[in-house]
């Protein structure tokens, strides 16, 4: 799963990433968390 | 390691009580301004220090003891090279003689791209902004599930490093920091991750109500709970709760500061004011002609680092607000250790109360200062009854 590439960047492709990554919370969390990462690494 | 390093704090954080209220100290107090000047200084590669943090914590350290300044701004926290190198580079890059780090413009965000941003910025980040910043558009590069999630848990890193040299700093050391929790007007964010200069200053004129609708809505999702947790926050070691960074401003007329800035500006100012709390603001760009803006902050309230502006009109103008800054690297990187210390007498003795003397710009690059010149500012400031 790690060597997939992320190709379509839409909500589906998100939520598999977002399972593989953080098993262990809800995939809303996920994607929120996601979204912070998002906007921090935008500033960089 | 400082014997008392909660002696050293409690002195410290009394001379920035006095700063802000106009008192009189026993001496001005130093601020340290320096960014990838302080790599360049200890010997070592900026590429070396970004990528590796037990290198950038000696750097940190050895410097500190070096120079012990009251106030610090950056402990080699500002590039996040390790995260970033997973997501495509970001914008940044280290110049080819790993001098320093440059910069491109850049954006994320196309102008037909509002009503996105507002209406499901989770969807927006990720479907837009996202794919962008990793240069998707780039056919030799792809990120992968791997990439991200390795990211992710390096962006867990930098922020464990960054916590850490703040403690050692504050607790160990007994300095405090500059920057704490950012209340940022929306356009700040607009102009500097997603529309970049170019696109923003277009919009300004041909997406005038789009931008608007975004940052009434940013304001209300990202400003105003940014302004609530730094109310409630502990800010011991820190020269204020709440930070503000000018850099958007630079590119606005006063009618477009009142339309596109000041409504997200006030709400800090207000909020600051109504619960007597103290701001730190930093300047990257002229400010002073926004002057009006500025004028009916009650003293104790504001400090503000001036890069560009001329400090001694800034004084004139709006002796409401505490400065910092003043030590040019004109003079700190081109002149004799007696200059220096002779103009750092010039600046304490026009400004005494409510001043912090500081390098005004950002030392950068190697010839922005001599080391022995820095040391006699110091020696001088930290011996210098006003």
Known sequence: MDNCKILNFNEEELSEIVEDCFPDIAVDDGKRLITSFIGWVLGK | MI????????ERTQLLDNVYTFKHNKRVPLGSNIWSWQVLDCGYKQSTALENYD?????????HERYDFD?????????????????????HWIDENDENIQCNEHYCMEPDEYDELINSPVNFYWSKAF?????????DYRLTYGNLKQALSEWAEF???SAKMTDININEYGALMYYSNFCQAPFETIMGNLRGLTGSSSDLRRKKTELVDAIQQMDETILIPAIKQALAADWTGYVAPITVVFIA??????????TFYWPSLKKVFDAAVSNNKRIFGFSESFILRLSDFFADIPRGIMMMHLEQDDIFDFRKVLPNIAIAGGMTTAKLGGSSKDECT???KYLIDELGEGYVLCQNKMLSYRNDCRRENLLAVIDFVKNYEY
């Open chain 2, 249 to 258: 401003h630079s590119i606005l007329n006063p009618k477009q500061f009142e």
């Open chain 2, 3 to 10: 014997e008392k390093p909660g002696v050293q704090l409690n």
């Open chain 2, 71 to 91: 106030i610090y701004i950056n402990l080699i926290t500002r590039n996040p090279k390790r995260v970033t190198d997973l997501t495509g580079g970001g914008s």
């Open chain 2, 131 to 139: 794919p962008r910043f990793t240069k998707y558009q780039d056919n």
């Open chain 2, 159 to 161: 922020n464990k490093y």
């Open chain 2, 55 to 63: 290198i950038a914590e000696k750097i940190n350290r050895e410097f």
């Open chain 2, 342 to 344: 002779g103009y750092a």
